[in-house]
């Protein structure tokens, strides 16, 4: 059974920086880009970053790029997203997914949450001004 676990997140003031990591257990991962979205109240869940576990290559939103970065860990399976220079619009809830990885596929396949299978409970972080 997959279970991914997120933790990382809590309050933190605008510029600040935290780190998200989700533990991904129940299979190997080694063929799956995991992927992290965020979503605020009534709205879509939006991507933020993926990364392919086996060859690392990573993909970003254009709201996040060049502040956050998306990393793995293999021998802990665990995969990060580092979060610095946070602004207020950054507050959501953040979810770790993870979905099968096929090199054919476009960075905009796996920009689509509805591409994930398999989905973290959430963890929030909250950036005030």
């Known amino acids: 059974q997959v279970q991914l676990v997120e933790s990382g997140g809590g309050l933190v003031q605008a510029g600040g920086s935290l780190r998200l990591s989700c533990a991904a257990s129940?299979?190997?991962?080694?063929?799956?880009?995991m992927g992290w979205f965020r979503q605020v109240p009534e709205k879509e869940r939006d991507f933020v970053a993926v990364i392919s576990w086996g060859g690392g290559s990573t993909y970003y939103a254009d709201s996040v790029k060049g502040r956050f970065t998306i990393s793995n860990d293999n021998a802990k399976n665990t995969v990060y997203l580092q979060m610095n220079s946070l602004k207020p619009e950054d507050t959501a809830v953040y979810y770790c997914?993870?979905?099968?990885?096929?090199?054919?596929?476009?960075?905009?396949?796996?920009?689509?949450?509805?591409?994930?299978?398999?989905w973290g409970q959430g963890t929030q972080v909250t950036v005030s001004s």
């Open positions: 997914a993870a979905t099968p990885f096929r090199a054919y596929y476009s960075t905009d396949y796996y920009s689509l949450a509805a591409q994930y299978p398999y």
């Open positions: 129940g299979r190997s991962f080694s063929n799956y880009a």
